[in-house]
């Protein structure tokens, strides 16, 4: 993803979660997704999703069950 591409989405998540900390940063060798962030927490990643001139984004955020007892 180029870096105008994270910066819409980042804007995108902080908008519509009401949470200016989120962060969507690059990943790593990989240019078909980037990882969101709360503060220096790792919460999931987007894919960027361009098949069929069609372009969409999917957030996958992954919850632990012991996440969930706190």
């Not at 709360?38 to 996958?60: A, P, V």
């Amino acid at each position: 993803m180029s870096p105008e591409e994270i910066l819409k989405l980042e804007r995108y998540f902080q908008r519509t979660f009401e949470l200016p900390s989120i962060q969507v940063r690059q990943r790593p060798q990989k240019t078909d997704s980037a990882e969101v962030y709360i503060g220096e927490e790792f919460i999931g990643i987007i894919f960027r999703d361009d098949e069929d001139d069609d372009l969409s984004y999917q957030f996958q955020m992954a919850i632990l069950d012991f996440d969930l007892t706190t």
